[in-house]
T-cell receptor, first 114, second 109 residues
Framework: DAMVIQNPRYQVTQFGKPVTLSCSQT?????MYWYQQKSSQAPKLLFH???????NEADTPDNFQSRRPNTSFCFLDIRSPGLGDAAMYLC?????????????FGNGTRLTVT | QKEVEQNSGPLSVPEGAIASLNCTYS??????FFWYRQYSGKSPELIMS????GDKEDGRFTAQLNKASQYVSLLIRDSQPSDSATYLC?????????FGAGTILRVKS
């Protein structure tokens, strides 16, 4: 089945230790998104890639970076995680342009910062 | 004012009843609207999309859109305990989806 896959499901990192979360898709969608969701809050968009074009949200901290080496993969890098970065990180994809599609989410990565 | 607003709930309904979930949005030019269901600890899953004024039905779910009032709702008929979850309203802005914080629904058997 075509899908969005996030690894790992659970990630524990130490305060200040860089961490990378990964996302892959078999849907061949041209847009990939990273959302951060804290408990009882709305998913908050950090950034998205439209094809190779990177689009950062104005309020996304510099501590968060992203890479999209090809259509299928996208990475979220947190350079120096703080306790406030503990959250669920959601990767999503969509097709924009000819026949727009809704967002399809991966299963998420739960990040714990100790 | 938040871009997408929902009552956080919880909304409690008895099994078999109709659950009514509401959402308002601030950007008048928005054209695409979505309802996602999110179980605790899981990622959101799409239930309904709606683009035109009026009602759209899919099984036990009906989405209603009123662009003049900037209002979207979701009705769940014959509510089941398995419908207990957080329901997120989302509005498309450009290439992005902006989410509300969600309404917690509890269906009691």
């Amino acid at each position: 089945d075509a899908m969005v896959i996030q690894n790992p499901r659970y990630q524990v990192t130490q305060f200040g230790k860089p961490v990378t979360l990964s996302c892959s898709q078999t849907l061949n969608h041209n847009v990939m998104y990273w959302y951060q969701q804290k408990s009882s809050q709305a998913p908050k968009l950090l950034f998205h890639y439209y094809d190779k074009d990177f689009n950062n949200e104005a309020d996304t901290p510099d501590n968060f970076q992203s890479r999209r080496p090809n259509t299928s993969f996208c990475f979220l890098d947190i350079r120096s995680p703080g306790l406030g970065d503990a959250a669920m990180y959601l990767c999503a994809t969509s097709r924009v342009g000819t026949g727009d599609s809704p967002l399809h989410f991966g299963n998420g990565t739960r990040l714990t910062v100790t | 004012q938040k871009e997408v607003e929902q009552n956080s709930g919880p909304l409690s309904v008895p099994e078999g009843a109709i659950a009514s979930l509401n959402c308002t949005y601030s950007d008048r030019v928005s054209q695409s609207f979505f309802w996602y269901r999110q179980y605790s600890g899981k990622s959101p899953e799409l239930i309904m999309s709606i683009y035109s004024n009026g009602d759209k039905e899919d099984g036990r779910f009906t989405a209603q859109l009123n662009k003049a009032s900037q209002y979207v709702s979701l009705l769940i008929r014959d509510s089941q305990p398995s419908d207990s979850a957080t329901y997120l309203c989302a509005v498309k802005r450009g290439n992005k989806l902006v989410f509300g914080a969600g309404t917690i629904l509890r269906v009691k058997s």
